[in-house]
Nanobody, 125 residues
């Protein structure tokens, strides 16, 4: 198992930036693809981005492509989400996730339910 703790959320104006961090426990961090999901009020949780074990490949939802950047430092058991050019529609609780996989339709999901507690990101217009 892996335990995840997010930090870095907050309130920012549209066009601003925030950096989220997710610290993972355990010695197997580098064996997991890591990622971020988000859930806005009244909506389902949705995929945002993922990064492979080594960090060599990343994937993004179309809605954040070109604005968000995921990275990881395996020596620190930490994954980051740099969010630039934030929009009000980015407002959500952001969840760190471990061991993401793709289903038969190519959608990313979290089969083992490795989630952090979530961190609120609010973007004002």
């Amino acid at each position: 198992q892996v335990q995840l703790v997010e930090s870095g959320g907050g309130l920012v104006q549209a066009g601003g930036s925030l950096r989220l961090a997710c610290a993972a426990s355990g010695r197997t961090f580098s064996s997991y693809p890591m990622g971020w999901f988000r859930q806005a009020p009244g909506k389902e949780r949705e995929f945002v981005t993922t990064i492979t074990r080594s960090g060599s490949n990343t994937y993004y939802a179309d809605s954040v492509k070109g604005r968000f950047t995921i990275s990881r430092v395996n020596a620190k058991n930490t994954v980051y989400l740099q969010m630039n050019s934030l929009k009000p529609e980015d407002t959500a609780v952001y969840y760190c996730a471990a061991d993401l996989q793709t289903d038969s339709r190519g959608n990313w999901y979290n089969p083992n339910d490795y989630w952090g507690q979530g961190t609120q990101v609010t973007v004002s217009s």
